[in-house]
């Protein structure tokens, strides 16, 4: 049974930072890429950050560039997204997704499996 589990989510103040972690489970990890997407109230899911099956390629949305970094061990089973220069409209829960493949897709409809998510909250 493949489980994804995103932790380190929590209440920060605008311009503080926050790391994320999602933990894999039941699958090949290095066979996947990963990714974060998130979904704030009332809005659709979007995508936030890839990284491809061994790391060497990332991918950003432009409202993230240069503020939050992907990364991802192998050896752990483990995707991170350091989070810096928080701004109130990051506020959102932030979902892990896995990608069989390395697509580095910014297309939810590519990704196999999903977490449960992690609330980030930035205040002003």
């Known amino acids: 049974q493949v489980q994804l589990v995103e932790s380190g989510g929590g209440l920060v103040q605008a311009g503080g930072s926050l790391r994320l972690s999602c933990a894999a489970s039941g699958l090949t990890f290095r066979y996947y890429a990963m990714s974060w997407f998130r979904q704030a109230p009332g809005k659709e899911r979007q995508f936030v950050a890839a990284?491809?099956?061994?790391?060497?390629?990332?991918n950003y949305a432009d409202s993230v560039k240069g503020r939050f970094t992907i990364s991802r061990d192998n050896a752990k089973n483990t995707v991170y997204l350091q989070m810096q220069s928080l701004k109130p409209e990051d506020t959102a829960v932030y979902y892990c997704?896995?990608?069989?493949?390395?697509?580095?897709?910014?297309?939810?409809?590519?990704?196999?499996?999903w977490g449960q998510g992690t609330q980030v909250t930035v205040s002003s």
């Open positions: 997704a896995a990608d069989f493949g390395n697509s580095n897709s910014a297309s939810l409809s590519e990704y196999d499996y």
């Open positions: 990284i491809s099956q061994g790391g060497g390629i990332t």
